[in-house]
């Protein structure tokens, strides 16, 4: 599948939509504007791609809504070669936002179906990062500490282990909460025994599997 220019036209009228939803970072919107999110996509839905929605992409999982995907990415206030962590590869969308911003990203699935099929396609659009199958929750504590940690999927509560592999003056942003709605929250580590931890409106994401989940 090609990208057309009238992807790109597509592509320019949904980076307009988000920055009047208040995105202004202009790493973040020339991501949405570069990357061929309709590749991202099954077929049945590549016509909507540039639609601001989120999409099934398989294993009871979706693609986030570009807004909320430019949002959680506005949060980290990322820097060029920062050591990032993603939990919930997915479609790998979102890691190619993190990568185009040249962020050294580490991204770990729990559906195994998604972390081969993510972990082939991704290189052959040239994003290129780390991938790893497992539980989320425990983070990769092997690579820790992160300079920023990004969770893409509904957790009940803020994973310890997470802020443990967190830096010292990192950022993580997760949404949090349990059912359909979650919050999303900014945790700032101050120090190795202090947290400052924000709210930054509500989300609907799939939530985050565990040990205690059944999953391939």
Not at 34 to 44: C, T
Not at 51 to 59: N, S, T, Y
Not at 61 to 70: E, L, R
Not at 98 to 105: D, S
Request: aromatic content about 10%.
């Amino acid at each position: 599948m090609k990208d057309t220019f009238r992807h790109k036209g597509l592509r320019q009228i949904l980076v307009d939509k988000i920055r009047k939803k208040g995105i202004s970072n202009e790493s973040v919107l020339n991501m949405i504007n570069e990357i061929p999110r309709h590749l991202f996509l099954d077929n049945a839905f590549v016509q909507f791609a540039y639609q601001d929605k989120p999409f099934p992409i398989g294993a009871g999982q979706t693609i986030s809504q570009p807004y909320t995907v430019a949002f959680q990415t506005q949060l980290l206030e990322l820097n060029p070669y920062e050591k990032v962590l993603e939990v919930g590869t997915g479609s790998g969308y979102q890691a190619a936002v993190l990568i185009g911003m040249e962020a050294n990203v580490y991204t770990i699935e729990r559906q195994k179906e998604l972390f081969q099929k993510t972990k082939e396609f991704l290189p052959e659009l040239g994003y290129n990062c780390n991938f790893y199958y497992g539980d989320g929750y425990k983070g990769l504590e092997q690579f820790a500490p992160f300079d920023k940690i990004i969770v893409t999927c509904g957790a009940p509560t803020i994973p310890e282990d997470l802020i443990q592999q967190l830096k010292v003056g990192g950022r993580m942003v997760a949404p949090i909460g349990e059912g359909d709605v979650q919050v999303m929250k900014l945790i700032e580590k101050i120090s190795e025994t202090e947290t400052k931890i924000t709210t930054h409106g509500k989300f609907s994401f799939v939530p985050m599997l565990n040990d205690k989940t059944n999953g391939n």
